[in-house]
Each structure stands twice: as structure tokens, then as C-alpha cells.
């Protein structure tokens, strides 16, 4: 079986960033250029090629427009923001990819985690391949299957989330992870949900009647108040299954071959040189 390593490039940049803002060290090299996001990315990269030794690793992009924006005005609408260091950094980093010998995507209107679906679903039609997906992300939980895992990042560590650990955590299938932020909502993405239906509410509905689908045919079971929450945030609770659903059939060469990892270019020194990088340099 061959691993392939799936990372969401815009998350790791995230944590990276405000790993180190948060404590008030933000790097810079003796130009000036901010590095703070980019040390911390390269330190996980690092990490993650030590750790999992891939045969195929691709890292995923959030670029420019994305078609959820476009169908609901607010998605994402709560998130401050991009500090303007971390743009400065991004670039960057997909050099710093580059002569890592790792290869990257990005395609306007969809989204970091379109891409990794659907390279995830290419692992899911080729069973010589086993995938792992790296993130904090649980967006990303609905990808698990029998080929697919996802390591969870953590503060400080990470949760290796497969079909077992998803159903001991939650009680009903990865794939329902949509169906729970349908109820639920999330916050952090802006997307509705079913007003006043929290997590421990919508996954007893979803262990009892399988889906939001499933939800709302039995409706006339469900009494009091949340009943009535149900009824009057039915469009926003299945507009919300419409957003919080990844899409897998992004129209990339999911070849993944193409992705296969090279190992470090002679470029890599020269980059981190240039950001005086050290450590890692050592």
C-alpha cells in the first residue's frame, strides 16, 4: 500500500502564523520580510515528511473567489482579516514547496479542501493507495474512509482520526459530518445551521434518523421546541448541507504520479539562506 500525504496548505500557514503573533515573536530577516509563518511551515513540512514518509505528498491552496462565496454572501463573512504579514508570506511558501521537491495546487473558485477531496476520492477508486490528510480542520472529517484518514491537529499534537476513532468520538459515520454542521452550523465558516440546535442535539438526531434527510421525513415525531426550530430553519439547514459539503471532482490532473515526493532541490538551501533560517540550514 502506498501513502499519500495530503496537506491543507492555508491551515498549516495559519497555525504557523498565529503560533508565534499570538506571543508577540514576530520574526523577520535582517531585511525586514516577515518569516514568522513560513519558519513554522517549514518546520512542519519537516515534520511531516519524518513522520509519515510518503511516497506521494501534494499541498493544497485556497486562491481567489471560491463558488460557496459566491452562493451565500456571507460564508466565511465572520473571520477577520488576513493580517498582511502572512500574505507577504504565502508566496513563499509555495517556493519553499517547490524546491522541496513537493508539488502544490490552487484553482480558483474552489477551495484547499475541494483539492484534497479530491485526490481523497482518487485514493478511495485506487486501493493501492492509503491517504492521509493533514489539518486541524474538522471539515475535512467527512473524507475518512476505509482508505482515507485524517491527522487531526492539535495544539500541541494531533489525533489520528480513522472510521473507528470518528464513530467512538461521535457515534454515527464520517460521512455525516456534513449533516452535523447542516443542524449545528459553524461558526467559524459563518454557516447558519438550524438556530438554536447545538452539537449533543443534532447527533442525537443523526444517530436516530441517519441523516438530515432522515431528520426532517420524521419530523412529526419530533415535539416541542425543537420542532419548531427545525421547521422554521429547514432552507437554511439544508442550504447549510450545500456549503459544509466538500467537493470531490475538482477539475485537476488527480494523476498521482505526478505528485510523487523528489526529495529537497538544491534551491531549498538557497531559500532558506535567504530567509536565515539557521537552524533548520544545520
Known amino acids: 500500500m502506498e501513502k499519500v500525504c495530503l496537506v491543507d496548505g492555508n491551515n498549516l500557514m495559519f497555525r504557523a502564523y498565529y503560533a508565534t503573533a499570538y506571543s508577540g515573536n514576530m520574526m ?157 452550523g459553524d461558526a467559524s465558516d459563518n454557516i447558519p445551521g438550524v438556530k438554536g440546535v447545538g452539537e449533543k442535539t443534532a447527533l442525537t438526531l443523526l444517530k436516530k434518523y441517519k441523516s438530515l434527510e432522515g431528520v426532517y421525513e420524521h419530523l412529526p415525531e419530533i415535539k416541542g421546541a425543537l420542532k419548531e426550530k427545525l421547521v422554521n430553519d429547514k432552507e437554511n439547514a439544508f442550504f447549510s448541507k450545500e456549503l459544509a459539503t466538500i467537493y470531490k471532482d475538482v477539475p485537476i490532473d488527480v494523476n498521482l504520479e505526478n505528485i510523487k515526493y523528489n526529495g529537497l532541490s538544491p534551491d531549498y538551501n538557497k531559500i532558506l539562506e535567504d530567509l536565515e533560517f539557521y537552524s533548520f540550514l544545520k
Do not use: H, W
Open 28 to 184: 523577520k530577516n535582517s531585511k525586514g520580510f516577515p518569516t514568522n509563518a513560513l519558519y513554522g511551515f517549514v518546520n512542519m513540512m519537516q515534520k511531516i515528511i519524518d513522520e509519515e514518509k510518503p511516497k506521494y505528498i501534494m499541498v493544497a491552496f485556497d486562491i481567489g473567489k471560491n463558488f460557496r462565496k459566491e452562493k451565500y454572501d456571507t460564508y466565511k463573512a465572520g473571520r477577520s482579516e488576513t493580517p498582511e504579514e502572512l500574505k507577504l508570506q504565502m508566496p513563499v511558501a509555495r517556493k519553499i514547496l517547490e524546491a522541496m521537491g513537493i508539488k502544490y495546487y490552487e484553482l480558483e473558485p474552489f477551495e484547499a479542501d475541494d483539492i484534497i477531496g479530491t485526490f481523497a476520492e482518487a485514493c478511495n477508486n485506487n486501493k493501492e493507495y492509503d491517504a492521509t490528510v493533514i489539518s486541524s480542520d474538522k471539515d475535512l472529517l467527512q473524507l475518512i474512509t476505509d482508505e482515507v484518514e485524517v491527522k487531526l491537529l492539535k495544539t500541541k499534537d494531533y489525533i489520528m482520526m480513522n472510521r473507528q476513532t470518528f464513530f467512538d468520538t461521535y457515534g454515527i459515520e464520517p460521512i455525516k459530518m456534513i449533516d452535523l454542521k447542516a443542524l449545528m
